[in-house]
């Protein structure tokens, strides 16, 4: 890592691609603890009494100071989830408690906090409006939020839960891809891939060759998992598969039931300390929502309007199983849900996710969006490689404005790998320098990472309709990041309430659903034809198919979540294993078995100190105000550039500069209408509609 982010010039050399062939595991510690150590120094200048109380130099410098341990920290936590090995793990384990101590340290600095208070009180502070104003006033709140008024004893508890909490979200997250990495099942006859299409076999087949092995080889990792739970007939090998994912991490040697039990203990603890009633009040005082009454409202006013579409479709569901196999059909069970909707789905729709399949090759698709990009915000996305990377597959691309000003430049990780943790996500890497005129001088750098369906020996690349989605999300994610105008790196981009952050990413999936979008990437892979009408339309109608099952199951988590961080007590309540499978079968159209533990792997929680705790409402959150925000882009026209270039200068470009509920106003006029969302999913006939976030 030795001259990549041990010195200044490390980002003033960001211009030219992150050399990541030159990080190596064992210099990882040295760099950062020399960073740590830049870092303290800068901080001690900017509370020293020699230091203008003036924003240019104590608020800017907040803001700046540990813009290199940010980097250097970041790249190290990208490699190891993108490409760990046993040295760079334990590189990335020792580091943690380095820099948590050091992150808590920086509210809980007497003389820095002391500059904070004196500076707010000059005329200059008074008299600040726009983004500097709410960059003091946002600086002042979480300075006391995170406990610049405690006393001694306080802020050494708090400095000490921080450090316990980065280690073991760290052991949490790594346990979950170890308990993931181990398990395969190898099939050797071919009589039990049975409903299994192809495309599917041929993965399994090509899977098991990379590891030595005849037959089929089948894992946890999400294309694998899905396609055995959609489509296997044996429904003995989908309850094993089942059974094995939703107990991962639920047992030695990778066991995170003792860290959930820690990890609950330590934020109950931190928001008492910091004088909440609990880790949700603490997390949703600087939300949207705000506090967790209102979460409660919002989750269980959609449950009541979902409920009754709820189990109509689960009867539908079992109906349509006993006529397949008589009316002394067992009752549904877990493993059986995805295996019999997929059919039902076919019965009702007349096609496949297989049929879809051909029209999605993932080159294809990308390139799609990258035109869509281009015609809705005016953005222009190049290949800008050749340039290190972590893994030959890995993609880097620049994105230029109209004008051919570089704007970013980002890389793609689309496939699985072993040593690649599971699910989908994006990353800023580098957060762009802005020049007096706004335009960047120093260009964002993002990475965005998937798990998708590879490609084979004899087939590119082709996707689901799930994986376009996906893509279509984390780009949007990435945008939010590239697309940035704000000069101050603390709110720009991402760097939003959490309930937020979701509008940009989930908005961008509504393209895939439209036939003027889909005719710039949905292509056969063979033919080039577009998707046939008659297909399409069975596509759309099939958008709102158990939407309501899928909005359960979402609730569920949300619940899940904000019972677990608001008012699960282990003496009254007993192992959150059992409290969390109680909660999910209330969600659950069917029973779950009693060693569900799925609660063991949801990294959503658990996988970093805060995350997405007492946040995963967010989703449901953010899903009504892109449900109405989407709309003005149909009255519009789905392409429609000026709506477009609208949403890019209003939402895009100003990440945090002002509170998001007037970010919202600015682009649609008005506050969000949360019926949108309902008639998106085909459940308004018997309901008038949520209540607004």
């Not at 050399?19 to 020399?34: G, L, M, N, S, T």
């Not at 470009?653 to 919202?664: D, K």
Request: proline share 6%; charged share 25%.
């Amino acid at each position: 890592m030795s001259g990549t982010v041990t010195q200044k010039s490390a980002l003033e050399e960001i211009r030219i691609p992150i050399p990541f062939d030159r990080i190596v595991p064992e210099e990882v510690q040295p760099a950062i603890q020399r960073l740590i150590q830049l870092a303290q120094a800068r901080m001690r200048e900017l509370s020293s009494s020699d230091t203008p109380r003036r924003f240019d130099t104590l608020m800017v410098g907040l803001d700046q100071f540990t813009e290199e341990l940010d980097y250097a920290a970041g790249l190290v936590r990208h490699l190891e989830s993108v490409a760990t090995t046993a040295e760079l793990r334990e590189a990335h384990n020792a580091i943690q408690p380095l820099l948590s101590a050091f992150y808590s340290s920086i509210p809980l600095d007497e003389e820095l906090w002391a500059a904070l208070k004196e500076y707010a009180e000059t005329e200059e502070a008074k008299q600040l409006t726009g983004l500097r104003r709410r960059f003091l006033v946002r600086t002042l709140d979480e300075f006391k939020r995170h406990g610049a008024e405690l006393g001694p004893q306080g802020k050494k508890r708090l400095q000490e839960i921080e450090v316990e909490l980065a280690n073991l979200t760290t052991r949490f997250a790594q346990n979950t891809l170890d308990a993931t990495n181990a398990f395969e099942l190898i099939l050797e006859d071919e009589r039990q891939l049975a409903g299994l299409p192809e495309s599917l076999r041929e993965a399994a087949r090509e899977s098991a060759a990379s590891v030595g092995k005849r037959g089929w080889r089948f894992t946890l990792q999400a294309p694998s998992y899905h396609a055995v739970m959609t489509y296997l007939d044996d429904a003995r090998i989908r309850e094993h598969v089942y059974r094995a994912y939703h107990r991962r991490g639920a047992a030695d040697p990778w066991n995170n039931r003792p860290l959930i039990d820690r990890i609950l203990e330590l934020r109950r603890e931190k928001a008492r300390l910091l004088g909440y009633a609990d880790f949700a009040s603490f997390v949703l005082a600087d939300r949207m929502a705000a506090t967790p009454e209102r979460v409660e409202a919002f989750l269980e006013d959609l449950r009541q309007k979902t409920e009754p579409f709820f189990r109509t479709e689960h009867q539908e569901l079992q109906e349509f199983r006993q006529e397949l196999e008589g009316a002394d059909a067992p009752p549904l069970q877990p493993w059986d849900l995805a295996y019999y909707a997929e059919k039902l789905r076919q019965a009702k729709f007349k096609f496949t996710q297989e049929d879809l399949r051909p029209y999605f090759p993932a080159r294809a698709v990308i390139s799609g969006l990258f035109r869509l990009a281009e015609r809705l915000f005016g953005l222009r996305i190049v290949p800008a490689g050749p340039v290190p990377v972590w893994d030959p597959s890995v993609e880097y691309y620049a994105v230029l404005d109209e004008d051919g000003t570089l704007l970013g430049t980002f890389y793609a990780d689309w496939f699985p790998r072993h040593n690649k943790r599971p699910g989908a996500w994006m990353e800023a890497l580098v957060y762009g320098i802005l020049d007096d005129h706004r335009v960047p001088s120093r260009p964002h750098v993002g990475v965005i990472c998937g798990n998708l369906n590879p490609p084979t020996q004899s087939k590119p690349a082709l996707l689901t309709h799930d994986d376009v989605q996906t893509i279509f999300h984390e780009f949007g994610h990435l945008l939010h990041h590239i697309c940035s105008r704000v000069p101050i790196r603390s709110l720009a981009g991402t760097n939003v309430a959490w309930d937020f952050v979701e509008l940009p990413s989930q908005i961008m999936e509504n393209w895939c659903w439209e036939r003027q979008s889909l005719d710039l990437f949905a292509r056969h892979w063979q033919t080039g034809e577009p998707i046939p009408e008659e297909l399409l339309q069975q596509l759309q109608r099939s958008r709102t198919f158990r939407a309501a099952t899928a909005q359960m199951r979402q609730l569920g988590f949300a619940a899940l979540d904000l019972q677990l961080h608001r008012d699960y007590d282990p003496k009254r309540h007993g192992d959150v294993v059992q409290f969390a499978r109680r909660i999910l079968e209330q969600y659950s159209p069917v029973p779950l078995p009693e060693d569900h533990a799925m609660i063991c792997a949801f990294s959503h929680l658990f996988a970093d100190p805060v995350g997405y705790a007492a946040g995963y409402y967010s989703y449901k959150w953010a899903e009504v105000l892109e449900a109405d925000a989407f709309s003005r882009f149909r009255q519009a026209g789905v392409l429609d550039a000026c709506t477009g270039r609208q949403f890019r200068e209003l939402i895009l470009a100003r990440g945090n500069s002002a509170e998001p509920i007037e970010l919202f106003r600015s682009f649609m006029g008005r506050d969000p209408n949360p019926q949108a969302l309902l008639e998106r999913l085909g459940l308004v006939s018997r309901n008038n509609g949520p209540e607004s976030p």
